[in-house]
């Protein structure tokens, strides 16, 4: 079973993008708009203070008729965030995502530093490269039993 390590591993450890939590909304959509991302780690001092992502702006800014560039990413982001160590398996993942309803899982070690974020993107793309490799191999399977017999 892949793990959260492997995944992180195929992204070549990509920098996680943070914010900080007086940062505006408009800054934090522009980074996001900037990096073709979703969700922003919102960082306070090295510490993980939330997430905010494109749905709370959707949700809290937007249909609240508020102000981007006066909202501050404190005043709507999520500050429960669930994260998941690199030892977890992509089913942990999908689980806890599908359970909470949440598309991005910071990745933190033992001692709670930031080590890489996976989206629900990422976690599809595994699976299915997984079932891929298992058709394949089904599939030589098939196909070499079928020329032992003949």
Known sequence: MTTV???????NNSPVHSVAPTDTMLAAL??????????LLVL???RIAGIVTE?????KVVLQGRSS?????QEVMTSQVHCVLPRQT????MALMTSRRIRHLPVVNTEHQ????????????????EQQFTIQQLEHYITGSAHTTN
């Open 5 to 11: 390590a492997d995944i992180l591993r195929a992204k």
């Open 90 to 93: 992509t089913a942990e993942c």
């Open 30 to 39: 522009q980074l996001m708009s900037d990096k073709g991302i979703g969700a």
């Open 114 to 129: 930031v080590q890489g974020m996976v989206s629900i993107g990422d976690l599809v793309k595994e699976i299915i490269s």
């Open 69 to 73: 560039s006066t909202t501050q990413v």
């Open 44 to 46: 306070d001092g090295g």
């Open 55 to 59: 749905r709370d702006y959707a949700r």
